[in-house]
């Protein structure tokens, strides 16, 4: 869209950078913690955050600021109106009692994987997903699956895009072994990660692919890590969850 500077609202925009900076790492900011992260200056961050606490969209203890369930209201409208959440969930719900494991289902958003449902056996991170949840792509079995669906210079943009954060002693943050990891996925056709998110936590993603061949969402279960080998989890898992991405894609325009 040919958008004109003067069709812009600058204050709008700069209250969405705010928004976007309270993240399951940042839950929790201060006025220079979150103007650091949304790249603003102090002034305009704190009066961003006040207006959004004064609206119920922050809490603030007279130094720190964590949003609010209100600020749900501003993702699940969309979420409720875009039709794949409404078509995998009884699938989820179907895969998730089958398998006795926690099942979703995600989109990718830039660098970040966003969930769009979700069946939940077990709680199998120490945070809570739902669908609206962010997690990065790098990292995940389900952002692998869907970085592995894009051109590769692309790909290797968005893995520049963010800082690659170590977040167990198994993830991988090198670009170029990322980038051989998503050729691999691409060529086997799912993703299997390993106490690389969390430590405790294994997960197996495989591409949801409509009528016309093209990748639309990733679908995964996720599930302690224990003394089995992953080839040997890969393997209990995989079937069913390209049963699911057979069925799926029958009826996905």
Request: hydrophobic share 45%; glycine share 6%.
């Amino acid at each position: 869209m040919d958008t004109k500077p003067s069709d812009m609202m600058g204050g709008l925009a700069k209250g969405l950078r705010v928004i976007e900076a309270f993240t399951v790492d940042t839950p929790r900011l201060s006025i220079s913690e979150a103007a650091a992260i949304a790249g603003l200056d102090r002034a305009t961050t704190r009066r961003c955050l006040l207006t959004l606490a004064e609206h119920g969209y922050c809490a603030y203890d007279g130094k720190f600021f964590t949003v609010t369930p209100r600020v749900l209201r501003l993702g699940t409208g969309c979420l409720a109106t875009m039709p794949l959440p409404r078509i995998v969930q009884p699938w989820l719900d179907d895969l998730s009692e089958t398998i006795g494991q926690s099942t979703s289902v995600a989109i990718l958003d830039e660098s970040e994987i966003v969930y769009v449902a979700r069946a939940a056996q077990r709680k199998v991170m120490s945070i809570a997903l739902m669908p609206g949840s962010r997690l990065p792509a790098y990292c995940t079995s389900m952002g692998r699956v869907l970085l592995a669906a894009l051109p590769e210079e692309v790909a290797r943009r968005l893995l520049r895009a963010a800082p690659l954060v170590q977040r167990t002693p198994q993830t991988t943050i090198d670009i170029e072994r990322l980038m051989a990891e998503l050729a691999m996925v691409r060529g086997q056709g799912y993703a299997a990660v390993s106490e690389e998110v969390e430590l405790g936590l294994r997960s197996v993603a495989v591409p949801i692919v409509n009528a016309r061949g093209q990748v639309v969402a990733a679908l995964n279960t996720g599930f302690p890590a224990s003394s089995e080998a992953m080839d040997t989890v890969i393997r209990t898992f995989l079937e069913p969850l390209l049963q699911v991405r057979r069925e799926l894609s029958r009826i996905l325009n």
